[in-house]
DNA sequence: CAAAACTCGTTTGTACACGAACAAGTTTGC
DNA sequence: GCAAACTTGTTCGTGTACAAACGAGTTTTG
């Protein structure tokens, strides 16, 4: 087919509008990745959790919770412990560091969605988180 | 910050609406991943260049270009030479193989748009379309 | 109660994605 | 004409992402 243009593709432009907000991302929040500061935040908001359940909450599968887990543990950012009443399971909190940390970056994750949105205005802004929902 | 939600911010949803798209993907063009389609697609549309310029054609940056043109060489779907007036660089161009896999599947890429779009009316795509295009 | 079905967390393998550093080749500037 | 600056492709390291398979623990069901 003669009338394929990559470049109008959704995945493809899905693909390059996730790279800006990724670059603008890591600009203005050095510290974390946009998944650790999912899990983080994710954690501060609900509380104790165990680390699929978590997954879960942020859309995460069990071997990708697992690896960004971990490195928030090695950060000493969480706190775990085993569930008494289901061994397997691995219980996950944010502790005073964690907490500590999420405060003093959430106004940075304010600005990004801002900044990754400010090409439009106003309106657009709010039509185009409408219909992102619709795609979930 | 007590009024920051995570499930409202435009990365995240983005990386959710992301995931939906790929998981469309790989059901109707197992064959290749979105990004090996790409590259492919690229070198079929305009011929013959060199692995960075493909890469830049794309948004991939030197070395995630070359794990993907490695691969596709590897399945034998793209020829290989050296450029005689720049030593440096290595042409890349879409073979017999690799034109014909095209042909094969792109009509599963328009579908996979469709798929990805299909909860929105044809005005809120256009209208999607436009406003993704404001933030790549 | 015991077997089947399920869930939890883990590991392995593959595939992007990008920063940083590097050697080799090409172009620029003086 | 030659050193500095740049480009091309490569490698390494880190971090998602997901499929598949696994052991161990828990729930369901006959």
């Not at 693909?15 to 800006?20: K, M, S």
């Not at 990724?22 to 908001?45: D, G, N, R, W, Y």
């Amino acid at each position: 087919m003669d009338n394929y243009r990559l470049d109008e593709q959704v995945g493809f432009i899905l693909r390059r509008v996730n790279q800006r907000h990724l670059a603008i991302f890591s600009q203005h929040m050095p510290e974390l990745t946009p998944t650790q500061f999912a899990a983080l935040a994710k954690l501060v908001e609900l509380g104790e959790m165990s680390q699929n359940e978590l997954g879960r909450k942020i859309a995460m599968d069990a071997a990708t919770i697992k690896g960004v887990a971990d490195r928030l543990i090695k950060r000493g950012l969480l706190n775990v412990r085993r569930n008494p009443d289901d061994s397997r399971r691995k219980l996950l909190c944010a502790n005073i560091a964690g907490v500590a940390l999420y405060q003093q970056v959430v106004a940075a994750a304010e600005r990004i969605s801002e900044k990754t949105l400010s090409p439009l205005s106003s309106a657009e802004k709010q039509e185009l988180l409408r219909l992102l929902a619709k795609l979930k």
